[in-house]
């Protein structure tokens, strides 16, 4: 029997708790709090595996505030159900420094799984949340023993199931049947602009069920029905489960439940005191919690820590039963590889090889001593050599497959590897270089959540060829470039494609985004003999002189470019290889100041946009590159007509 008392003073004090602090805030979103309260409440009370005096206890079920904007919501029940997050803090609600920001942000606040506030974005995470879940349970679980049993609960709103990240990664977890991925849709039928049926006529339940969904539908103002619902959703085991729960936007407001002009703004104090004559609310009492919420889930508080007691015991049998199990669960939890046994291919001096080629060879390389790195493609693995080989393929019937098919999904794919990040797996993605556009918005996200996810990036300039100026990127790499936190390597050749995935599996705080070349490209000889350590500088010597003349500093494909021109110039000129820009720029001065020495001509080569080298070039007329799109052709003769050739680069010496 559920707490039919503790739930409705826990939805009316998440109701009180989000008027006041958005009302105080003079900013925020009071609708979906006051229509999810009754849902939240179950959910957080009833349902959740949780423990709040842990946030990071490994079993516990994950709550992802898809609808971030309603994080009033979320922020109400963490402070409710014992969370680090004081009533001080909710009072700070969109405060510079808060706890409480308008958006929930992961790492910042206790209890956040991800950062949401892109609608869509935290169902993409939910999906890769759960398809972690499997694949640890397939892992480390025996027949005595079931240590990792836990569910990934969504709750997204009609701006999430309109976005179209939702639909790829619904599909693709239709597919995968994710029994244990439940999804509470809060069906208000409003948005910004006025009533849902303005845009959005479809029949949502029938769309999921085609994905291979279970749905289901009730009240979701009753409690006892929402909380049925649920257990019917936990017990489908194979599709997972969307619960289309009808709500009303702004509930118990009088004058603006069920409109638009709940969305987005405070009530106003006159329309909160109305709101709270009509709850029932005590109108002296500001931030007003029922005791009877009190009492409820001081309750509740020990019976959680009582079950993650249950579950430590049981995981300490389970360790003492199977230590090898044990050993390759704590390097799972701590990130942790025996890279230092890694075996990397070894190329030659005039070796002839592409560096999408020579990623693929380093993944698998890395992938042997590894056991967390774990990715795939957007339908294009064998272009883009992302096949771990010799492992299997996650399917819904093989949950310990380690190469995953994304299918031609690339912006759910992105999401979808940040929830596999932050459930702990080191997981990449790979599609060609243009296609980040797709995939930009989840890696912006991944940026801000410090999150070292891996992009494999190929086919990544005009040298496509063929496929004309729709695939070939120019603009991409300063695109990529300013994501704040954002790792953008471009090796020069394939020694240099081994060292850049070493430097991003061995990152843990930022993601890496690797750019890689159709063609083959020509192994060089480097006069730096410590390259491979100062490469992690972001860049490196690799034709030096006595006293150049001039320095060309080049990226990817262009530094052979650079050594053509080098070898035609009758200057003396240095090449450098400059595998991120980024990271050279925050190297140290000194280490700058040798390879850059002031007073010598810097000239930058690299076949993208110029925007951005002006930071290292001496001047703009230093700059080598491509201020315009591509054209349909052979590569090479591309390249002539464009004019990246080493004849052009030797002009700007």
Request: proline share 4%.
């Amino acid at each position: 029997m559920i707490n039919l008392d503790g739930l409705k003073a826990s939805a009316l004090s998440v109701r009180a708790l989000s008027m006041d602090a958005i009302q105080d805030a003079n900013s925020g979103h009071p609708g979906l709090p006051l229509g999810c309260a009754d849902m939240g409440s179950v959910l957080f009370g009833e349902i959740l595996k949780h423990n709040p005096a842990n946030s990071s206890w490994d079993d516990r079920d994950r709550f992802v505030l898809s609808a971030g904007h309603g994080s009033m919501l979320l922020y109400s029940l963490l402070h409710l159900t014992g969370y680090k997050l004081s009533l001080d803090d909710i009072k700070n609600f969109r405060q510079l420094n808060s706890l409480t920001p308008g958006h929930p942000e992961y790492g910042h606040t206790d209890g956040v799984e991800t950062t949401t506030g892109p609608l869509g974005a935290g169902f993409s995470n939910a999906v890769g949340m759960a398809m972690a879940e499997t694949m640890m349970a397939k892992k480390f679980n025996t027949d005595e023993f079931k240590i990792v049993d836990h569910y990934t609960y969504a709750l997204s709103g009609d701006g999430c199931l309109m976005e179209g990240i939702t639909a790829e990664a619904a599909s693709l977890a239709g597919n995968l049947e994710l029994g244990k991925l439940i999804v509470l849709y809060d069906s208000n039928q409003i948005t910004i602009e006025g009533s849902t049926d303005i845009t959005f006529t479809e029949d949502v339940l029938k769309r999921f069920e085609a994905y291979g969904w279970q749905t289901l539908e009730g009240d979701g103002h009753n409690l006892e029905e929402v909380y049925n619902l649920i257990n019917q959703a936990k017990a489908e085991s194979k599709k997972p489960t969307l619960i289309k729960l009808n709500t009303q936007i702004g509930f118990g407001s009088p004058n603006k439940s069920g409109t638009a002009g709940a969305h987005g703004a405070p009530l106003g104090p006159d329309e909160i005191k109305l709101t709270r004559e009509a709850l029932g609310i005590d109108l002296e009492t500001s931030y007003y919690i029922s005791p009877i919420a009190t009492n409820y889930f001081e309750e509740k508080r020990a019976k959680w820590a009582k079950a993650e007691d249950e579950w430590n015991s049981n995981f300490k049998l389970w360790a003492d039963k199977n230590p090898e199990l044990k050993i390759e669960w704590d390097n799972f939890k701590n990130g942790k590889g025996n890279l230092d046994k890694i075996e990397f291919p070894e190329y030659n001096i005039g070796d002839k090889v592409a560096t999408r080629s020579a990623s693929g060879n380093a993944l698998n390389a890395i992938a042997k001593v590894f056991p967390s790195l774990i990715g795939g493609s957007a339908d294009l693995g064998p272009s883009n050599n992302s096949v771990i080989k010799g492992e299997e393929y996650y399917t819904s019937s093989n949950r310990s497959g380690r190469n995953i098919h994304f299918g031609v999904r690339e912006h759910a794919m992105a999401g979808v590897v940040n929830g596999l990040v932050l459930h702990g797996y080191r997981a990449f993605c790979a599609t060609f270089l243009v296609f980040s556009d797709y995939m930009r918005p989840a890696m912006r996200i991944a940026s801000l959540m410090n999150l070292p996810g891996i992009y494999v990036l190929t086919h990544d300039s005009i040298y496509v060829g063929e496929d004309g100026p729709t695939h070939q990127p120019i603009e991409h790499y300063a695109a990529l470039r300013i994501i704040p936190g954002m790792q953008v390597f471009r090796p020069g050749d394939a020694q240099e494609t081994n060292i850049a995935w070493l430097m991003a599996v061995e990152e843990k705080r930022r993601p890496t985004s690797l750019l890689l070349t159709r063609q083959n490209i020509t192994v060089y000889k480097k006069d730096d003999e410590n390259w491979m350590e100062n490469i992690k500088n972001g860049a490196y010597t690799v034709k030096d002189v006595k006293d150049p003349e001039v320095i060309i500093v080049a990226t990817g494909s262009e530094v052979n470019v650079a050594l053509e021109a080098a070898k035609l110039s009758t200057k003396r000129v240095k090449v450098i290889s400059m595998l991120s820009k980024e990271l050279f720029l925050q190297s140290p001065l000194e280490y700058r100041t040798k390879l850059l020495p002031s007073g010598v001509r810097v000239v930058t080569a690299e076949s993208g946009v110029t925007t951005g080298w002006e930071s290292i070039a001496t001047d703009n007329n230093a700059l080598f590159g491509i201020d315009r799109f591509g054209i349909s052709g052979p590569g090479d003769q591309v390249a002539n007509e464009i004019g990246l050739t080493p004849e052009k680069l030797l002009g700007l010496l």
